[in-house]
């Protein structure tokens, strides 16, 4: 079953913007530390960004300033805002959920990682 729901990713000219969107349930939502990665051609997958449930940011130093990741606790989604984008930011972008809850009294820690199936984002020249 598709945890993680990507939409967004599109072509867009340099210095212009895309928002992309990941949409998943309550209960992972509510749970997971969530984040954006990115693999472009020929490159390792790398860390974009990342909010955990108390709002904690994290982001990569080649996007600081221009990209933003954000939620909305009442749809469960975690956005990326893109702006300035380069021909650089071109890559597919993962939505990624970092699920970790105690389940019992004994300190048992469910954890899962989950994954997006990724979105296109192709900056032109």
């Known amino acids: 079953q598709v945890e993680l729901v990507e939409s967004g990713g599109g072509l867009v000219q340099t210095g212009g913007s895309l928002r992309l969107s990941c949409a998943t349930s309550?209960?992972?939502?509510?749970?997971?530390?969530m984040g954006w990665f990115r693999q472009a051609p020929g490159q390792e997958r790398e860390l974009v960004a990342t909010l955990t449930s108390s709002g904690s940011t994290n982001y990569a130093e080649s996007v600081k300033g221009r990209f933003t990741i954000s939620r909305d606790n009442a749809k469960n989604t975690v956005y990326l805002q893109m702006s300035s984008l380069k021909p650089e930011d071109t890559a597919v972008y993962y939505c990624?959920?970092?699920?970790?809850?105690?389940?019992?009294?004994?300190?048992?820690?469910?954890?899962?990682?989950?994954w997006g199936q990724g979105t296109l984002v192709t900056v032109s020249r």
């Open positions: 309550k209960s992972i939502f509510a749970n997971s530390a």
């Open positions: 990624n959920a970092k699920f970790r809850k105690v389940v019992n009294v004994e300190g048992a820690i469910a954890s899962k990682e989950y």
